[in-house]
């Protein structure tokens, strides 16, 4: 059975065109590109290449981008990189839909001395940026937010928010692991100080990313060792992923499929919520990534739901997370005031560029008679027991 992926914000597959770049890397050209010999110099001349394209996909200089591990190092590096570079201020500031990689450095530093202060959204999942104004002051050492949320798609209007902070001379550093390939980054007419990319989310491998550290920006290292990347991330960099990540951003620089992916989404959801009585959108409906789709079905569990999509070959994921057995609502959701009833609910669907429009048409098929019979099962029926029903 053929299946249908619609789980892009988790994780995307690794574009043919990204596979073939990475081959000679894994074989023939294995040299470590800090040694001199002939070797080293075409990794090298690999890493510097992919560099090049990094930043004509960012619109930046090549020595303001920096390798890294991924989103999470990425995201890490700039905020204990630039609180490190400033350790006489307390006070940090975000949001509460944040992606664990920010919220859980955030908590992490409250345990160690810092005042944090979380701006809340509202019910469409859009920032209050007069909260965000008030939050900030001569104690504030960074501002951290995301361009798009990984479970709504709803885009914060970034450079608002820059109107707001830069003024005040505090750092800015954007999460925009998920906008990547989705909304168009220009670092050479933005004051983003420091960007955020991650490699899996637009078609290259997992473990390698990207910080984009704006020419001066005060930064300590995270990690500290043979002084790779000027200094600032020590380490032998990862030269086949890096060579693919240079490849996927030069193809999602070209992607002409963005306002394909938007009108599959939309088609999906609007027949879904037309088809669905309980069916709710979660998030604006129109700020928001071109690819995603969060839907809640009142009175059902999410979890439930993609059990049975996963049966019918169809591949999406929850804005609830099971953990130690419990089912708890999404914090994203939470915070945008949505009701458990709804947030348990949550199902969200994130396109690609390779979704088609026969898999959209398949999911449209068999979503309404996948809930249909979810709500015919008993009230007290949960997840568990649909798994023992289905598994």
């Given amino acids: 059975m053929a299946r249908i992926y619609l789980d892009n914000n988790a994780t995307t597959r690794t574009a043919p065109e990204v596979a073939d770049a990475i081959s000679p890397y894994l074989g023939e050209i294995y040299g470590n590109p800090s040694s001199v010999h002939r070797m080293g110099a075409r990794a090298a001349s690999a890493l510097k290449e992919a ?21 999470t190092e990425s995201n890490n590096m700039a905020i204990h990189g630039v609180l490190r570079a400033a350790p006489e201020k ?40 007069q909260a965000l104004e008030d939050s900030i002051s001569e104690d ?5 937010l995301m361009y798009a949320n990984n479970e709504t798609g709803v885009v914060f209007p970034v450079e608002d928010i820059v109107n707001i902070v830069e003024p005040r001379g505090v750092p800015l550093h954007v999460d925009a692991v998920q ?50 990347e000027k200094g600032r991330r020590s380490g032998t960099e990862n030269i086949p992923f890096i060579v693919g990540f240079g490849k996927a951003l030069e193809l999602a620089a070209a992607c002409p499929e963005v306002v394909q992916m938007r009108r599959l989404r939309d088609k999906l959801e609007e027949t879904a919520l ?63 005031g949505v009701p458990a009833s709804l947030a348990r609910g949550s199902v969200r669907f994130s396109l690609s560029r390779y979704t088609t429009e026969a898999e959209i048409d398949a999911v449209i098929n068999e979503l309404p008679r996948i809930v249909k019979r979810l709500s015919a099962l008993s009230n007290k029926t949960n997840p568990t027991a649909i798994r023992e029903r289905h598994g």
């Fill in 51 to 71: 560099r090049e394209k990094t930043a004509a996909f960012l619109k930046c200089r090549e020595s303001e981008v920096v390798f890294t591990s991924g989103g």
């Fill in 90 to 129: 307390k006070h940090i500031v975000t949001s509460t839909v944040e992606h664990p990689s920010v919220l859980e450095v955030y908590k992490h530093l409250e345990g160690a001395g810092y005042r944090a202060t979380y701006v809340g959204v509202d019910r469409e999942g859009t920032l209050d940026l």
């Fill in 140 to 144: 504030t050492a960074l501002v951290s």
């Fill in 179 to 228: 906008a990547a390939g989705k909304i168009p980054l220009d670092m050479s007419s933005s004051r983003i100080d420091l960007l955020s990319l991650s490699g899996h989310k637009l078609h290259a491998p997992k473990g390698v990313g990207v910080l984009f550290v704006r020419r001066g920006t005060r930064i300590r290292p995270l990690l500290i060792g043979g002084g790779q």
């Fill in 274 to 336: 037309s088809s669905i009585s309980t069916a709710v959108r979660n998030g604006a409906a129109e700020h928001r990534l071109p690819n995603t789709s969060n839907l809640s079905f009142e009175g059902l569990e999410g979890e439930a739901i993609l059990l049975m999509m996963d049966e019918a070959g169809i591949c999406a994921s929850s804005g609830s997370a099971c953990s130690t057995g419990a089912l708890e609502p999404s914090h994203v959701l939470s915070a945008m």
